[in-house]
């Protein structure tokens, strides 16, 4: 029950319960993840860097004056260029890469919770068990005992 | 009017619940009349000290001594109409006594070695009682008066954040100085509670902190400044588990019984008549597990809680009740 494997070292006694130390020994901090992680998916950085995205596969510049449309055609003939289209392509990847990411680390969250609840609940039943086991046990000791 | 003294060695001790029981019965005595406080100590002036004056008459003289010889002049000139004495044998100042007055000279045993049935056990006496002294040598139950504010009920303590958690108190080893977690300080008995029931709040206070308990491990710890702060924890707890109840009344287990709260104590002492009314006792630790799962079940508790609130009410609900006894002692009129 204890660190050192004994059960406290208490009789079962209620001048001995009454008695500061001795028993079981409790964790020394809690047993808590904390507050839930907000999900990744549909969280506003990951949104404003879908919508960067969208921008820049939309049309270039456009517009009625000479100097637009000059732009507009310098865009469209970069935009056939072979390395500008790897490098657009990888970022389309890049973009589809964090949305997996984020989807897998909000996973990850969720099970990491469960995990914890289901440890917590494996740890409160053999808790539960052991401490009952042990008081019984130190009853019997104490009775057991010579001068009992 | 009348004037009394109260004789006591240790008026005044912050962590004694004995201390607690004699302020409250000469606190009833001074509805009757001037109630002076006669202790050892460094002599010094009367001192006021609440509805009474503190009349400190010198360290003990002798080794192991309780009371001082008092020389005449430490007395006030005055004599009074009586005296009680707090404590009994075998530290009664017969002789001090006999000086400050020719009237009765009553004793207030609180309970162990000082019992009138000269029993040894010190947790044996559940109940106060004053004898009458030299003119009627017959023993007066007097009973016994405690407060709690019973606005406690309507907001638990902030901060610790749930209700219908199991309360466990500290027992009574002086505090330290500055409020602190620490679980080696927890009693024996609290660690058996944390470790039996890890799916419920448990709460312990100890050393002037409330640390609150789930999963078997710690929560949270906030300061327990106040009385006020422990009615509130006693007032939404499931049950109070008080492994070293007071010796003389059991103050705690009867303020918990006034909320409704049922008692689990240990099966000796002046609590057993307490858990009798509204709790369970306990002689081990498979006991103690099992009457706090026991007393947990809501008809169990619910029935404990309501039987409990009636006799802590009846019984140490009225102060009028233990003026008139205390009046009555020295034959004074209701």
């Known amino acids: 029950m204890t660190a050192d494997g004994s059960d406290g070292g208490v009789a079962a006694s ?33 949104a404003d860097a879908h919508k960067g995205w969208v921008d820049v596969e ?76 042990s008081a019984l046990a130190a009853l019997r000791r104490d009775a057991s005992a010579p001068d009992a | 009017m009348p004037r009394f003294a109260v004789l006591d060695e240790c008026w005044g001790h912050p962590d004694s619940e004995r201390a607690f029981v004699a302020r409250t019965v000469a606190g009833a005595l001074a509805c009757h009349g001037a109630v002076d406080v006669v202790t050892p100590g460094p002599p010094s002036p009367p001192q006021p000290d609440g509805a009474f004056r503190l009349i400190s008459v ?30 009994g044998a075998p530290a009664y100042p017969a002789e001090l006594a006999g000086r400050l007055t020719t009237g009765l000279v009553a004793t207030l045993y609180v309970g162990g070695a000082n019992s009138p049935t000269g029993d040894s056990d010190p947790m ?19 009973g016994f008066f405690v407060s709690v504010n019973p606005t406690a009920r309507t907001a638990p303590l902030g901060g610790i954040g749930c209700t219908d958690y199991i309360l466990v108190l500290g027992g009574h080893a002086p505090a330290p100085a500055t409020p602190a977690h620490d679980p080696a300080r927890l009693p024996a008995a609290a660690r058996w509670l944390i470790a039996r029931f890890p799916r419920r709040f448990v709460l312990t206070v100890v050393d002037g ?20 702060d422990l009615w509130r924890l006693m007032a939404f707890a499931r049950v109070t588990v008080d492994p070293l109840p007071g010796p003389v009344v059991a103050r705690e287990c ?23 009314a509204g709790g369970a006792t306990y002689r081990h630790v498979a006991a103690l597990l099992d009457e706090v799962d026991g007393v947990s079940d809501p008809v169990r508790r619910a029935a404990l809680a309501s039987s409990g609130q009636a006799y802590a009410t009846d019984r140490y609900g009225s102060p009028r009740h233990l003026v008139d006894a205390i009046g009555a002692v020295f034959g004074l009129p209701a």
């Open chain 2, 58 to 87: 010198g360290n003990p003289s002798a080794a192991g001594a309780s009371w001082p010889v008092v020389a005449d002049g430490a007395l006030p000139p005055e004599r009074y109409d009586g005296v009680l004495v707090v404590g």
């Open chain 2, 209 to 228: 902190g409330v640390t609150v308990w789930r999963d078997r491990s710690p929560h949270g710890w906030f300061g327990v400044g106040t009385r006020m």
């Open chain 2, 254 to 276: 009867i303020e918990s019984l006034m909320f409704g709260t049922p008692v689990v104590v240990p099966g000796v002492g002046a609590a057993l008549s307490h858990a009798a």
């Open chain 1, 14 to 46: 209620a001048d001995a319960l009454a008695a500061p130390g001795g028993g079981p020994t409790p964790l020394s901090r809690a047993f808590t993840l904390g507050p839930p992680l907000p999900e990744l998916a549909g969280h506003p950085e990951l």
């Open chain 1, 58 to 133: 939309a049309a270039g510049p456009g517009g009625g004056g000479l100097e637009q449309r000059v732009a507009g055609l310098v865009v469209k003939i970069l935009r056939r260029h072979p390395e500008y289209r790897q490098q657009r392509e990888l970022l389309a990847q890049l973009t589809r890469v964090v949305d997996a990411l984020a989807k897998r680390c909000d996973e990850l969250e969720r099970r990491l919770r469960l995990l914890h609840d289901e440890t917590a609940e494996v740890a409160d039943v053999l808790s539960e068990d052991l401490t009952r086991l």
């Open chain 2, 124 to 142: 044996s006496s559940p109940v106060l009682r004053v004898d009458g002294g030299h003119r009627d040598p017959a023993h007066h139950d007097v």
